[in-house]
Protein backbone atom coordinates (compact mmCIF):
# COMPACT_ATOMS: atom_id res chain seq x y z
CA UNK A 1 0.00 0.00 0.00
CA UNK A 2 2.74 2.39 0.78
CA UNK A 3 4.52 1.94 -2.31
CA UNK A 4 1.00 2.85 -4.21
CA UNK A 5 1.02 6.28 -2.42
CA UNK A 6 4.77 6.90 -3.10
CA UNK A 7 3.83 6.20 -6.70
CA UNK A 8 1.23 8.51 -6.55
CA UNK A 9 2.85 11.39 -5.35
CA UNK A 10 5.85 10.61 -7.31
CA UNK A 11 3.68 11.56 -9.85
CA UNK A 12 2.08 14.16 -8.57
CA UNK A 13 6.05 15.62 -8.13
CA UNK A 14 6.66 14.73 -12.11
CA UNK A 15 3.57 16.91 -12.91
CA UNK A 16 4.77 20.00 -10.49
CA UNK A 17 8.12 19.21 -12.14
CA UNK A 18 7.07 19.37 -15.65
CA UNK A 19 4.79 22.62 -14.98
CA UNK A 20 8.53 24.27 -14.12
CA UNK A 21 10.22 23.25 -16.90
CA UNK A 22 8.11 24.68 -19.46
CA UNK A 23 7.97 27.83 -17.54
CA UNK A 24 11.41 28.78 -17.70
CA UNK A 25 12.58 31.80 -20.28
CA UNK A 26 15.28 31.19 -22.81
CA UNK A 27 16.86 34.48 -22.60
CA UNK A 28 18.95 33.79 -19.29
CA UNK A 29 22.76 33.60 -19.98
CA UNK A 30 24.03 30.03 -19.96
CA UNK A 31 25.17 28.55 -16.55
CA UNK A 32 28.93 28.25 -15.69
CA UNK A 33 30.44 24.38 -15.20
CA UNK A 34 30.53 24.34 -11.53
CA UNK A 35 33.68 23.47 -9.18
CA UNK A 36 34.77 20.32 -8.27
CA UNK A 37 37.81 19.72 -6.02
CA UNK A 38 40.88 18.14 -8.15
CA UNK A 39 38.48 18.98 -11.10
CA UNK A 40 35.96 16.49 -10.00
CA UNK A 41 38.62 13.41 -9.72
CA UNK A 42 36.63 11.75 -7.35
CA UNK A 43 33.34 12.02 -9.18
CA UNK A 44 31.70 9.19 -11.18
CA UNK A 45 28.31 10.07 -13.56
CA UNK A 46 25.53 7.52 -12.82
CA UNK A 47 26.25 5.46 -16.02
CA UNK A 48 29.84 5.20 -14.56
CA UNK A 49 28.92 4.42 -11.28
CA UNK A 50 26.00 1.62 -12.24
CA UNK A 51 28.80 -0.15 -14.53
CA UNK A 52 31.57 -0.01 -11.94
CA UNK A 53 29.19 -1.45 -9.27
CA UNK A 54 27.81 -4.26 -11.42
CA UNK A 55 31.68 -5.43 -12.15
CA UNK A 56 32.81 -4.72 -8.72
CA UNK A 57 29.80 -7.28 -7.71
CA UNK A 58 31.05 -10.00 -10.53
CA UNK A 59 34.21 -9.36 -9.29
CA UNK A 60 33.39 -10.34 -5.90
CA UNK A 61 31.05 -13.57 -6.88
CA UNK A 62 34.06 -15.04 -8.59
CA UNK A 63 36.34 -14.28 -5.94
CA UNK A 64 34.08 -16.16 -3.71
CA UNK A 65 32.92 -19.06 -6.04
CA UNK A 66 36.65 -19.81 -5.65
CA UNK A 67 36.83 -20.28 -1.90
CA UNK A 68 33.83 -21.97 -2.34
CA UNK A 69 31.24 -19.66 -0.98
CA UNK A 70 28.27 -18.48 -3.25
CA UNK A 71 27.43 -14.75 -3.72
CA UNK A 72 24.49 -13.07 -5.56
CA UNK A 73 25.40 -9.64 -6.20
CA UNK A 74 23.55 -6.98 -5.26
CA UNK A 75 21.76 -4.00 -6.78
CA UNK A 76 22.44 -0.21 -6.24
CA UNK A 77 19.26 1.94 -5.32
CA UNK A 78 17.75 3.34 -7.56
CA UNK A 79 15.49 6.82 -7.69
CA UNK A 80 18.55 8.14 -5.08
CA UNK A 81 20.21 11.32 -5.67
CA UNK A 82 23.46 10.34 -5.25
CA UNK A 83 26.23 12.39 -2.87
CA UNK A 84 28.34 13.15 -5.96
CA UNK A 85 25.57 14.85 -7.79
CA UNK A 86 25.55 17.03 -5.10
CA UNK A 87 27.88 20.41 -5.58
CA UNK A 88 29.89 20.09 -2.24
CA UNK A 89 29.91 24.28 -1.71
CA UNK A 90 25.86 23.60 -2.56
CA UNK A 91 26.48 25.17 -5.67
CA UNK A 92 23.58 24.98 -8.74
CA UNK A 93 22.74 25.88 -11.86
CA UNK A 94 19.54 26.64 -13.42
CA UNK A 95 18.87 23.66 -15.40
CA UNK A 96 19.51 21.93 -12.35
CA UNK A 97 16.97 24.25 -10.52
CA UNK A 98 14.38 23.94 -13.23
CA UNK A 99 14.77 20.07 -13.63
CA UNK A 100 14.75 19.10 -10.26
CA UNK A 101 15.13 21.46 -7.74
CA UNK A 102 17.73 20.26 -5.12
CA UNK A 103 16.82 16.51 -5.51
CA UNK A 104 15.61 16.68 -2.01
CA UNK A 105 11.73 16.07 -2.40
CA UNK A 106 12.03 13.60 -5.52
CA UNK A 107 14.71 11.54 -3.65
CA UNK A 108 12.79 10.88 -1.19
CA UNK A 109 9.72 9.96 -2.61
CA UNK A 110 11.41 7.35 -5.44
CA UNK A 111 14.61 6.10 -3.58
CA UNK A 112 14.13 2.25 -3.83
CA UNK A 113 16.33 0.00 -1.62
CA UNK A 114 17.32 -3.24 -3.76
CA UNK A 115 16.53 -6.70 -1.48
CA UNK A 116 19.36 -8.39 0.28
CA UNK A 117 20.38 -11.84 -1.63
CA UNK A 118 22.72 -12.71 0.46
CA UNK A 119 20.79 -12.02 3.85
CA UNK A 120 20.78 -15.67 4.48
CA UNK A 121 24.11 -16.38 4.34
CA UNK A 122 25.29 -13.15 6.43
CA UNK A 123 25.48 -14.91 9.26
CA UNK A 124 27.42 -17.69 8.24
CA UNK A 125 31.28 -17.71 9.75
CA UNK A 126 33.23 -18.84 6.98
CA UNK A 127 31.13 -17.12 4.02
CA UNK A 128 31.27 -13.72 6.16
CA UNK A 129 35.33 -13.98 6.94
CA UNK A 130 35.88 -14.86 2.77
CA UNK A 131 33.93 -11.83 1.82
CA UNK A 132 35.16 -9.10 4.67
CA UNK A 133 38.53 -10.72 5.66
CA UNK A 134 40.24 -11.61 8.82
CA UNK A 135 42.08 -9.36 11.34
CA UNK A 136 45.38 -10.88 11.10
CA UNK A 137 45.32 -10.02 7.24
CA UNK A 138 44.48 -5.97 8.25
CA UNK A 139 46.71 -3.53 6.05
CA UNK A 140 46.16 0.40 7.85
CA UNK A 141 47.00 3.17 6.12
CA UNK A 142 47.72 6.61 7.07
CA UNK A 143 46.08 9.80 5.21
CA UNK A 144 46.99 13.80 5.45
CA UNK A 145 45.30 15.44 8.66
CA UNK A 146 46.36 12.73 10.56
CA UNK A 147 43.42 9.99 9.74
CA UNK A 148 43.67 6.66 8.18
CA UNK A 149 41.61 3.69 7.14
CA UNK A 150 42.11 0.05 6.95
CA UNK A 151 41.40 -2.96 4.94
CA UNK A 152 41.89 -6.90 4.81
CA UNK A 153 44.08 -8.12 2.24
CA UNK A 154 42.44 -11.47 2.30
CA UNK A 155 38.88 -10.10 1.69
CA UNK A 156 36.66 -10.77 -1.49
CA UNK A 157 35.84 -7.32 -1.26
CA UNK A 158 39.30 -5.98 -1.50
CA UNK A 159 40.53 -8.56 -3.96
CA UNK A 160 37.66 -7.15 -6.67
CA UNK A 161 38.35 -3.99 -6.19
CA UNK A 162 42.02 -4.11 -6.69
CA UNK A 163 41.18 -5.95 -9.24
CA UNK A 164 38.86 -3.45 -10.91
CA UNK A 165 40.63 -0.06 -9.88
CA UNK A 166 44.49 -1.09 -9.38
CA UNK A 167 46.31 -1.84 -6.14
CA UNK A 168 47.19 1.67 -5.03
CA UNK A 169 43.22 3.40 -6.05
CA UNK A 170 41.99 3.21 -2.51
CA UNK A 171 45.08 5.12 -0.89
CA UNK A 172 45.24 7.53 -3.44
CA UNK A 173 41.27 7.83 -3.47
CA UNK A 174 40.99 8.01 0.60
CA UNK A 175 44.29 10.63 0.47
CA UNK A 176 42.20 12.93 -2.22
CA UNK A 177 39.27 12.78 -0.93
CA UNK A 178 40.77 14.00 2.83
CA UNK A 179 42.15 16.78 0.86
CA UNK A 180 39.03 17.44 -0.87
CA UNK A 181 37.06 18.03 2.34
CA UNK A 182 40.18 20.37 3.25
CA UNK A 183 39.63 22.37 0.36
CA UNK A 184 35.91 23.31 0.36
CA UNK A 185 36.85 23.94 4.25
CA UNK A 186 38.94 26.28 3.42
CA UNK A 187 36.93 27.43 0.37
CA UNK A 188 34.51 28.40 3.09
CA UNK A 189 37.38 30.76 5.06
CA UNK A 190 38.01 32.26 2.17
CA UNK A 191 37.72 36.51 2.42
CA UNK A 192 36.44 36.72 -0.92
CA UNK A 193 33.75 33.54 -0.84
CA UNK A 194 32.54 34.89 2.14
CA UNK A 195 31.79 38.06 0.79
CA UNK A 196 30.11 36.75 -2.57
CA UNK A 197 28.27 34.80 -0.08
CA UNK A 198 27.23 37.71 1.75
CA UNK A 199 26.28 39.32 -2.00
CA UNK A 200 24.14 36.02 -2.05
CA UNK A 201 22.02 36.41 0.87
CA UNK A 202 21.32 39.77 -0.21
CA UNK A 203 20.06 38.83 -3.51
CA UNK A 204 18.03 36.06 -1.55
CA UNK A 205 16.38 38.64 1.18
CA UNK A 206 15.47 40.99 -1.75
CA UNK A 207 13.54 37.98 -3.34
CA UNK A 208 11.97 37.28 0.07
CA UNK A 209 13.93 34.57 1.41
CA UNK A 210 16.20 34.26 4.23
CA UNK A 211 19.41 32.56 4.29
CA UNK A 212 22.51 33.26 5.55
CA UNK A 213 24.53 30.59 3.86
CA UNK A 214 23.76 28.41 1.14
CA UNK A 215 23.05 25.40 3.31
CA UNK A 216 20.33 27.36 4.68
CA UNK A 217 17.67 26.54 1.54
CA UNK A 218 18.45 22.61 1.34
CA UNK A 219 17.90 22.89 5.41
CA UNK A 220 14.46 24.92 4.83
CA UNK A 221 13.15 21.95 2.46
CA UNK A 222 14.12 19.05 4.51
CA UNK A 223 12.74 20.51 7.42
CA UNK A 224 9.53 20.83 5.69
CA UNK A 225 9.86 17.42 3.72
CA UNK A 226 10.02 15.83 7.23
CA UNK A 227 7.14 17.32 8.32
CA UNK A 228 5.17 16.62 5.56
CA UNK A 229 6.17 12.73 5.32
CA UNK A 230 5.75 13.12 9.49
CA UNK A 231 1.64 14.26 8.70
CA UNK A 232 1.44 11.55 5.33
CA UNK A 233 0.58 14.93 3.39
CA UNK A 234 1.78 18.31 2.04
CA UNK A 235 4.37 16.48 -0.18
CA UNK A 236 3.40 18.73 -3.27
CA UNK A 237 3.11 21.66 -1.65
CA UNK A 238 6.86 20.82 -0.61
CA UNK A 239 8.02 19.78 -4.08
CA UNK A 240 6.14 23.62 -5.25
CA UNK A 241 8.57 25.00 -2.48
CA UNK A 242 11.81 23.22 -3.46
CA UNK A 243 11.36 24.30 -7.26
CA UNK A 244 10.36 28.05 -6.51
CA UNK A 245 13.33 28.03 -3.90
CA UNK A 246 16.11 26.20 -5.74
CA UNK A 247 15.11 28.75 -8.70
CA UNK A 248 15.67 31.41 -7.12
CA UNK A 249 19.07 30.15 -5.43
CA UNK A 250 20.43 29.33 -8.61
CA UNK A 251 19.28 32.75 -10.38
CA UNK A 252 21.24 34.93 -6.91
CA UNK A 253 24.15 32.29 -7.37
CA UNK A 254 24.27 33.34 -11.06
CA UNK A 255 24.37 37.28 -10.73
CA UNK A 256 26.27 37.17 -8.01
CA UNK A 257 29.09 35.62 -9.76
CA UNK A 258 29.58 33.03 -6.95
CA UNK A 259 30.77 29.36 -9.04
CA UNK A 260 33.50 31.91 -10.44
CA UNK A 261 34.33 33.21 -6.82
CA UNK A 262 34.42 29.61 -5.77
CA UNK A 263 36.69 28.61 -8.74
CA UNK A 264 39.23 31.35 -8.06
CA UNK A 265 39.51 30.09 -4.52
CA UNK A 266 39.16 26.58 -4.98
CA UNK A 267 42.62 27.15 -7.18
CA UNK A 268 44.28 28.83 -4.16
CA UNK A 269 43.14 26.34 -1.51
CA UNK A 270 44.19 23.17 -3.68
CA UNK A 271 47.74 24.57 -3.69
CA UNK A 272 47.95 24.98 -0.46
CA UNK A 273 46.52 21.93 0.55
CA UNK A 274 48.32 19.38 -2.08
CA UNK A 275 51.32 20.91 -2.25
CA UNK A 276 53.83 18.64 -3.37
CA UNK A 277 50.75 15.26 -3.66
CA UNK A 278 49.83 16.81 -7.04
CA UNK A 279 51.46 14.06 -9.09
CA UNK A 280 49.63 11.42 -7.03
CA UNK A 281 46.52 12.89 -9.12
CA UNK A 282 47.33 12.10 -12.67
CA UNK A 283 47.61 8.62 -11.52
CA UNK A 284 44.54 8.64 -9.49
CA UNK A 285 42.78 9.69 -12.63
CA UNK A 286 44.51 7.27 -14.75
CA UNK A 287 44.06 4.65 -12.37
CA UNK A 288 39.73 5.35 -12.58
CA UNK A 289 39.89 5.78 -16.36
CA UNK A 290 41.09 2.26 -16.59
CA UNK A 291 38.72 0.97 -14.34
CA UNK A 292 35.65 2.65 -16.11
CA UNK A 293 36.73 1.41 -19.48
CA UNK A 294 36.90 -1.98 -17.37
CA UNK A 295 33.59 -1.77 -16.49
CA UNK A 296 32.24 -0.69 -19.37
CA UNK A 297 33.58 -3.19 -21.66
CA UNK A 298 32.37 -6.27 -20.26
Known sequence: MRNRINAACATLLLGVLGVAGCANSGGTPSDPVLPRPFGGALSYGPHAREALHAANERLIADCMRQRGQVYKPEGLATGRTDPQDSNPYGLLTTDQARQDGYGITSAQLNTRMPRDPNKARSGEREWREALLGTTPHRVHVRLPGKQEFFYNTDACLTKAREKLYGADYERLYNTYQVMANQ??????????????????????????????????????????????????????????????????????????????????AQKRAEKAVAGDRRPGLVRLRTLRDAAVRRATDT
Do not use: F
Open 183 to 264: VVSAVHKDSRYLKAQHRWSSCMRHAGVRAGTLDDPRTSVGDRLRRAVADRGGLRTVARHELRLSRQDADCQRETGLARTVTE
